[in-house]
DNA sequence: CCAAAGCAAGAGCACTGCTCTCTAATTTGT
DNA sequence: ACAAATTAGAGAGCAGTGCTCTTGCTTTGG
């Protein structure tokens, strides 16, 4: 007797995840580019044109371990979050989170957040997930922003008119209930982030920062204190 | 009749450069992963073999167009400078030379900003020019902070203590004559650049960022005040 | 002027992604 | 329960890759 399933559909989706982690695995120690669909199926013990009864190419495979890793990282970032905490820290620990991952994981941060594979573009299924940590980063700082005692980040004095203009373009469809300048600091504090992450972790930092967790959780303090999660003690 | 070098050794010279600008081109056309010793061989009417008295393997020819790739963005960084105006105009300027050129360029910037070829660390020749657009923002944030009205960017309250001591750690061998909480800041800065510069190039900001351009001359601006660049207008 | 060094060419190895055909097993419809 | 349809795996094969080695030829330097 097989469940309601079947046999077949189970063997599937075992293989599947079989697939998937040999992958991640040589992911994990050699890197995107040297990901081979052949030596995956080597070490499984099949041959490689079986391996396209699973995925139809090799990026799909890569899609698949995007995704995955998006998810990985958002979870990670969500099960370090401590909803209780003041804003500041609920900030400090995602963007620590963050960065904690992305060191035990090189070479999937460098798979979802460095250059994109030539001719790849993502498809729509990796959104969701890849928008996880810039959700908990809004979530933040909505919660923050109930507190009328914390500083509004400024508007850039210099072009005010067209940074309003872009700031409210901007907001609706990300966060309608924060106000304009909150959103455009906190998009670009996200971008920032992964600077910081992504110069540590390609070694621009070699030979210049020594001390980069440190130097990591100043500048994230620094981030919040953009985005305007510090009250202003003049 | 020769030269004092011989008809040889300009040849060689002239065949390099030949296969770097073919090298170049196919970068720039598919992206670094597809960029093939074989096809540049091919387009040129030579051998494959014959390409490797000239470059010794795929990851040389990679090297000299990361050097060539920082010396690019590096001189256009500097031709843009205007060393006569006053700092905030001059970070921005640099910064936008930063950006114009990442998306003129988006595979070149993706070779040296973007995740590192899996087992090829980048050789001890692609530092000086890798740090030219440094320099500039650290000659920048110098110059600027010989007025004593700018503010200083302050150390996060929090952890005052480790974040000097990292500062301190930091400070020496960059910009001796720089505050170290200036020195912080401004590394933290190019670090942000690059992660706002990546975030547009590679499609993370699509559907979030409409008006780019004003987006990033904004965020510049805020980058320049954490750098301590504006004077405090209270 | 002749040996030494530098060069292009070709063949070849081990590898890659991917397609195709063929066989065997399983699921499904009647 | 049995035939039909679907599906998994195996193998051969194609076009491409980086790279090495050998073979001649040309330029160079003593």
Redesign the pocket.
């Known amino acids: 007797m ?1 469940t309601a399933q ?7 989706i075992e ?1 599947t995840a079989a697939i998937k982690d040999e992958a991640r695995r040589q992911l994990a120690a050699e890197g995107a580019a040297r ?6 199926a ?1 070490e499984l ?10 995925f ?4 799909d ?1 890569l899609t698949a371990l995007i995704i995955d890793a998006y998810d990985s990282l958002g979870e990670c970032a969500e099960t370090a979050h401590e909803p209780a905490a003041d804003p500041f820290r609920r900030w400090i620990t995602v963007c620590e989170a963050v960065r904690g991952w992305a060191l035990d994981h090189p070479h999937e941060y460098a798979l979802i957040y460095g250059s994109p594979v030539p001719g790849y573009t993502a498809p729509e299924a990796t959104v969701p997930p890849a928008a996880r940590v810039g959700l908990l980063l809004i979530g933040i700082a909505r919660d923050a922003h109930r507190d009328p005692e914390l500083a509004r980040p400024p508007l850039a004095d210099e072009l005010r008119p067209e940074a309003e203009r872009m700031a409210a373009d901007l907001a609706p469809d990300l966060a309608p209930d924060l106000p304009p300048e909150v959103v455009t600091a906190l998009v670009a504090a996200w971008a920032q982030l992964y600077g910081l992450v992504g110069f540590e972790l390609f070694g621009q930092f070699n030979r210049v920062v020594e001390d980069r967790e440190t130097f990591f959780r100043h500048a994230a303090g620094q981030l919040a204190r953009g985005v305007g999660l510090v009250p202003t003690t003049p």
């Open positions: 097989s079947g046999a077949r559909a189970r063997a599937r293989v990901l081979s669909l052949r030596a995956v080597r013990g099949m041959v490689s044109s079986a391996l396209y009864r699973y139809p190419s090799r990026d495979l």
